[in-house]
């Protein structure tokens, strides 16, 4: 595996790869890689010529220093799991190269898409997220980019932009993978102490619940998030930051039942910010 720091060394190893039009598979990540990360590596590697993840703590997608400067780092590990699935690049960007002035400021606004769930409460987050994005699109020009549905609207809004700004990439989203309580496995968990990550299960243990009573019949919406925050709160150690019934494509809240729904939280556990979703679909079979 060729570990790469500066857009140059990319050019070099991926011209080839771009003249030949070869299907390049890219999956970017924040590193501290876990099994989350290598199913959307797995998936990139069964279909792709070549496949090239970047670890990047990106500082412009993050809206506190705390959690910024806190993020787990794992480097050997994650170079070791990457090799041993069999990528072909690491691209781990030197700050200064990728970005050679200040990190530039910018506003995109996607209005609906982005006005509500990690939208709303972690201002400019998604600004950062596509800078970086975009960034990577046009050093890397993969044609396929990997993302997990743990970031629901992420996955959405890359999807979006991608499309109105006419990137030739497709987006693919994969399912998320869970820790056998059930909990979506996240780099933040490692930061979770004993208690703390017992009462994390309360997340998924309240989406599973959501799913359940919609398929029993309950309609009441407002009614069904009374239930699902008391679940959550059950333990002191969770603060829910968010927790919606939204349109899966709008990605705006509903206030009826309808065929296809995204239930989506973000939740302090302690101090560790996590997020979770769940899609619920009332059409049969
Ligand atoms: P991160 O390193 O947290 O920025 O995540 C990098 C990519 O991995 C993003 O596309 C995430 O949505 C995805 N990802 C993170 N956790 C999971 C998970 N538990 N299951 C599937 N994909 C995940």
Redesign the pocket.
Known sequence: MLVLNTRKKIEESLNVFWQDKKRIGF???????????M??VREAKKTSDLVIVSIFVNPAQFNQAEDFNNYPKSLEKDTAMLESEGVEILYIPDAEDFYPNEIPKIKIQLPGMMDYLCGATRPGHFDGVLLVLSKFFHIIKPSHC??????FQ??KIVKRFSEILNFPIQIIG?????ESDGL????RNARLNEKEREAANLIPRALKLAEKLIHEGESDLNSLLEILSDVMKSSSLLKIDYLEIVDPELLTPIAKIQNQMLVATAVFVGSIRLIDNIQISTEKG
């Open positions: 999956v970017p990540t924040m590193g501290y890689l876990h099994q989350g990360h199913e959307l990997y993302m997990g549905l743990k970031d992420q996955y994969i399912e998320t993978v869970r979506a496995m996240s780099s």
